[in-house]
């Protein structure tokens, strides 16, 4: 996404060597609607978002939204490692545990 941001940004500074200046919304709404299908909500909330009223505005919270997908799902795969290790250490230990009853019994 940061990317996509560096490549809006040039082209806005590209419009504006030719000649063609944007106002501060003209940019905002140009990112707003440059943003994938899949950010839908995003879209819209930073449609709404009063604060949002420069491009720098819009850059920093699609980065911040960015950051937070990424932490997210680094904490989402250290869980499901964490459940996939103690999954196969439960297994061992009913394991173990059925074995010990069966040989209490024969003695």
Same mark, same amino acid.
């Given at each position: ?22 106002? #501060?919304?003209?940019? =905002?709404?140009? =990112? ?17 978002? %009063?604060?949002?009223?420069?491009? %720098? #505005?819009?850059?920093?919270? =699609?980065?911040?939204?960015? %950051? ?40």
């Amino acid at each position: 996404m940061r990317q996509h941001l560096t490549v809006m940004s040039n082209m806005i500074s590209e419009l504006r060597g030719a000649g063609h200046e944007m106002t #501060d919304e003209q940019q =905002v709404q140009a =990112v707003i609607h440059s943003l994938p299908s899949n950010w839908e909500y995003m879209r819209v909330n930073l449609t709404h978002n %009063d604060n949002i009223k420069t491009f %720098d #505005d819009v850059a920093r919270h =699609v980065e911040l939204k960015e %950051d937070r997908l990424y932490a997210e799902k680094l904490i989402n795969e250290a869980f499901i490692s964490k459940t996939k290790m103690r999954g196969a250490y439960v297994s061992k230990y009913k394991r173990v545990r059925l074995k010990v009853p069966n040989m209490a019994r024969e003695e």
